[in-house]
């Protein structure tokens, strides 16, 4: 095919043949979490926001330029989907095609001035997969704009032996990591201290870490030689969040879990549990329900009495105010100045007045005819008296028959 330099003119003609990456496993494009989702323009706003916060944390990261053309063949493919083991066929195609002698620096790869993709590398055990791990692999895949994020982890015999049990055995660890987003290629069973034979095996440009030194059982940092070929990429930690941190969580509340368990219907053996431990937490679980239904019964109870307060005080208040009314009404009427009083001294007087009336004045009047001038003709006849017999005189012979 023709390349173009960069000037814009045509340069020689040259012939590249880049086989077509297969794809091995197929997802319904319904599918809305896959790890390489293009960006809506409905998220731009919580994309670019995620994005200027990965951008104070490593730096400034300049936009990079136009693909050559032979870098278009190398560029991921934007299938939906895990991201796929190193031992399959996908990332050994992936891994085939890339030109590990020619070195990238930290600061070309910041610029973006490269011509393949830059393979960052990153470790852990990942064991309860938490926000905190997903931040970490955001910060190694955005790091720089043609990144190509491997992912370690180790497996159970080596985390035993290093570091103690971990809660999700090395399968569910693999699954868990190669379903984030960020993440492009999953190696399984990855060694605990990083050596130039492994790097060189799998054509790791950077290794990606927080800047901290780790160390187990030893002073030397297990990421010194990584450090000193200035290979190291430092991320920084997710404050707040670890796998110790959600452990502690369930520790606390051991016996919540337990119970909410076992009323799910786990059997005691099933949650490593002795059978009077599992009868203890029922019962215990019983007397809290009953005790929080009681104290519902109880709010409500209150409750309800409060209101009927309420209306007692309201009916109360209501008879104050009625009964000082009557009260008042009462003084008015029966009081000492009241209405009943004064009807009942204006109606004395008036009785008073009625029985004893006080003395008509005397007037100057002429004489009544009959007095003076006394005419028989015109006076009205005499009443005629009574008969009266006479009395008779005491007889003095009555004296001699005594």
């Known amino acids: 095919m023709a390349t173009t330099g960069e000037n814009g003119q045509n340069g020689p003609t040259t012939t590249t043949t880049i086989p077509t990456i297969p794809t091995t496993t197929t997802i319904p494009t319904t599918t809305t979490h896959g790890r390489k989702r293009p960006r809506a323009t409905q998220l731009v706003e919580a994309g670019d926001s995620e994005d200027r916060e990965v951008e104070d944390l490593m730096g400034a990261v300049s936009r990079p330029p136009p693909l050559p053309m032979v870098m278009q063949g190398l560029s991921l493919s934007n299938e939906v989907g895990?991201?796929?083991?190193?031992?399959?066929?996908?990332a050994l195609d992936r891994q085939s095609r890339i030109d590990y002698s020619v070195r990238i620096s930290l600061e070309d790869a910041k610029a973006g001035n490269v011509v393949r993709p830059v393979r960052i590398y990153a470790d852990g055990i990942y064991d309860m997969f938490h926000t905190g791990h997903a931040r970490q692999l955001m910060q190694a895949k955005m790091a720089f704009p043609q990144a190509y994020l491997i992912v370690g982890v180790c497996s159970d015999e080596l985390t035993y032996k290093m570091k103690g049990r971990t809660v999700m055995n090395e399968t569910e660890r693999y699954e868990a990591v190669r379903h984030c987003r960020y993440v492009d290629e999953v190696v399984t069973e990855a060694p605990w201290t990083l050596d130039p034979a492994f790097l060189e095996d799998h054509k790791i440009d950077f290794v990606a870490h927080d800047e901290l030194p780790y160390t187990t059982g030893s002073a030397d940092d297990v990421y010194k030689f990584v450090k000193e070929k200035g290979m190291f990429l430092a991320?920084?930690?997710?404050?707040?969040?670890?796998?110790?941190?959600?452990?502690?969580?369930i520790i606390k509340d051991y016996d919540l879990y337990v119970r909410r368990n076992l009323e799910r219907g786990y059997s005691h053996k099933e949650l490593n549990v002795s059978y009077m431990?599992?009868?203890?937490?029922?019962?215990?679980?019983?007397?809290?329900?009953?005790?929080?239904k009681l104290k519902d019964k109880g709010k409500d109870l209150m409750g309800k009495w409060k209101e009927q307060v309420g209306k007692g005080n309201e009916m109360l208040h209501r008879w104050e105010e009625k009964s000082k009314e009557f009260i008042g009404n009462f003084v008015e009427m029966f009081g000492r100045e009241g209405r009943l009083t004064q009807w009942f001294q204006e109606n004395t007087a008036r009785i008073g007045r009625a029985i004893s009336p006080s003395a008509s004045p005397l007037y100057d009047s002429p004489p009544s005819p009959s007095t003076?001038?006394?005419?028989?003709?015109?006076?009205?006849?005499l009443k005629r008296g009574r008969y009266t017999p006479p009395l008779l005189a005491d007889d003095p012979s009555d004296d001699e028959y005594d």
């Open 82 to 90: 895990p991201a796929p083991f190193s031992h399959e066929q996908l």
């Open 277 to 292: 431990k599992a009868k203890r937490l029922k019962f215990k679980d019983n007397y809290e329900k009953l005790e929080n």
């Open 372 to 381: 003076s001038d006394p005419d028989p003709a015109s006076s009205p006849p």
């Open 235 to 249: 991320t920084q930690r997710t404050e707040g969040i670890s796998t110790t941190d959600v452990i502690t969580r």
